[in-house]
């Protein structure tokens, strides 16, 4: 079973960007189909941001196309988020997270694995 430890959040002004990672250890990110990126605002609904398919397919929230890149460094048993053009409206705790499967890379319900959050506040 693999353990999510997510890192990388902060404050950071609009404009401004942020590279979060997502460390795995325990089991190796190979060994699961699909990847994540989520966040939840105070008094929001936890949404998707971006996800991994296995074979490379990218997903991005509509929000944050253009602006975000997910990647995963096998090497490393890595996930990240670089986030670039970072807006208020961004701000929330980002979660990463796996599973074996990947139906709706977007859909947090979907998702059986996840890390404890990492907090990140655009503000001037």
């Known amino acids: 079973q693999v353990q999510l430890v997510e890192s990388g959040g902060g404050s950071v002004q609009p404009g401004g960007s942020l590279r979060l990672s997502c460390a795995a250890s325990?089991?190796?990110?190979?060994?699961?189909?699909?990847m994540g990126w989520f966040r939840q605002a105070p008094g929001k609904e936890r949404e998707g941001v971006a996800a991994?398919?296995?074979?490379?397919?990218?997903y991005y929230a509509d929000s944050v196309k253009g602006r975000f890149t997910i990647s995963q460094d096998n090497a490393k048993n890595t996930l990240f988020l670089q986030m670039n053009s970072l807006k208020p409206e961004d701000t929330a705790m980002y979660y990463c997270?796996?599973?074996?499967?990947?139906?709706?890379?977007?859909?947090?319900?979907?998702?059986?694995?996840w890390g404890q959050g990492t907090q990140v506040t655009v503000s001037s």
């Open positions: 997270a796996a599973n074996s499967f990947c139906i709706a890379p977007l859909r947090n319900n979907q998702y059986n694995y």
């Open positions: 325990g089991d190796t990110l190979r060994n699961y189909y699909c």
């Open positions: 991994i398919q296995g074979g490379g397919r990218l």
